[in-house]
């Protein structure tokens, strides 16, 4: 796993020397239920770079911590996609996300670790808010899941809370 992001890392600072649209975001949440003793919260960076202006390739970082009932669980995924843009106007951008992730869990004081993948797609739309940062909200998940960092196992299509996500991004 380290080898795979130090050579994601590398990758994307190659492609700095060079580019222009790079672009750098993502999203953080924290959530405490005091009626259940749980608390939650995860990172999520996102990068990516601008191939033309229809396509772009990417991924995303996931870390989530979460305490239930006493036990904790950490989890880290790595998602790499290729963008789609299938509308633009001067303020909105409408796109697909299409790949896969890999994640892996593990359970604090147990054994079980595990292991989990996803395949699909992820429509979203940004939002222009000037030439350097956008509003970018992915809405949903088609595909296949199965032990993956959230979301429920099988194949379907998922348009519930646990499949929105809204992050800034900065393009440079």
Known sequence: MKKILLLVIVV?????????????????????NDDLDKTSFSISPDFG????????VGGAIGFAHSYD??????????????????YENKIVRL????????????????????NGFEIGVKPGVAIKLNDQFSIVTKVG?????DDYYVGENGLGVALDGNDISLG?????
């Open 12 to 32: 994307m600072a190659a492609l700095s020397a060079t580019a222009q649209d790079m672009y750098l975001g993502g999203g953080i949440s924290l959530w405490r």
């Open 49 to 56: 770079y601008n191939l033309n202006s229809r396509w772009a």
């Open 69 to 86: 009932e006493g036990e904790s669980h950490n989890s880290f995924a790595l998602a790499p996609y290729a963008r789609f843009s299938f």
């Open 95 to 114: 796109f697909i996300d299409m790949g896969f992730g890999f994640s892996t869990t593990s359970v604090k004081n147990r054994d079980d670790n595990y």
């Open 141 to 145: 998940f088609a595909g296949y899941r």
């Open 168 to 172: 800034l991004y900065y393009t440079f």
